[in-house]
């Protein structure tokens, strides 16, 4: 069946450490995006990529980095700039003009 | 820019009632999609229902159905006889056709009562 991968679910993360969220589709989808989501809050656009090794900044991008050097990956790097990346991250893809594939998210949490 | 607006972040209603959560955007292209998602507290964000700025009758998918008044600028999402499955967390979302990325409202808690 077609859809998104992330992993993994969980991700625990030390002081000053970077850390990749994966995030794989297999919907042949052009677009895809990071987003962040904080206990009982709406999310937030980090990344996202129309086509492959091309990628724009979100409203939240600072701490952040990603690649999209295949069609199917679009990994998330939360670097050490990121002064507070305890969150849930949500990877999304999309193509034309219908609505967003979620992944089931990648819960971090700095230790 | 463009602005969702979900101004309860939590509501009750009990099982079989049909309750209505609200959504109004803020938006000056004349092209765009309104959407409806579901997040169960397992994380997953599901997809409920679409409305295109262009669609003259109101979408339904069993029992979601949006209530679109555009000269309003809401987007309200109407969920009929409530099962207790329903109890999760909804967002209004609406995609930006410039840029070919959506802006998501804070989103409602919805508990369903038995």
């Known amino acids: 069946d077609g859809g998104i991968t992330q992993s993994p679910k969980y991700l625990f993360r030390k002081e000053g450490q970077n850390v990749t969220l994966s995030c794989e589709q297999n919907l042949n989808h052009d677009a895809m995006y990071w987003y962040r989501q904080d206990p009982g809050q709406g999310l937030r656009l980090i990344y996202y990529?129309?086509?492959?090794?091309?990628?724009q900044k979100g409203d939240i991008a600072e701490g952040y980095s990603v690649s999209r050097e295949k069609k199917e990956s679009f990994p998330l790097t939360v670097t050490s700039a990121q002064k507070n990346p305890t969150a849930f991250y949500l990877c999304a893809s999309r193509v034309g003009g219908y609505g967003y594939t979620f992944g089931s998210g990648t819960r971090l949490t700095v230790v | 820019a463009q602005k969702i607006t979900q101004t309860q972040p939590g509501m009750f209603v009990q099982e079989k009632e049909a309750v209505t959560l609200d959504c109004t955007y803020d938006t000056s292209d004349q092209s765009y999609g309104l959407f409806w998602y579901k997040q169960p507290s397992s994380g997953e964000m599901i997809f409920l229902i679409y409305?295109?700025?262009?669609?003259?009758q109101n979408a339904t998918e069993g029992r979601y159905s949006l209530n679109f008044q555009k000269a309003r600028k809401s987007a309200n999402l109407v969920i009929s006889a409530s099962q207790l499955g329903d109890s999760a967390m909804y967002f209004c979302a609406m995609n930006d056709p410039l840029f070919n990325k959506f802006y998501f409202g804070s989103g409602t808690k919805l508990n369903v009562k038995p």
């Open positions: 990529s129309q086509i492959v090794n091309d990628f």
């Open positions: 409305q295109g700025s262009y669609d003259e």
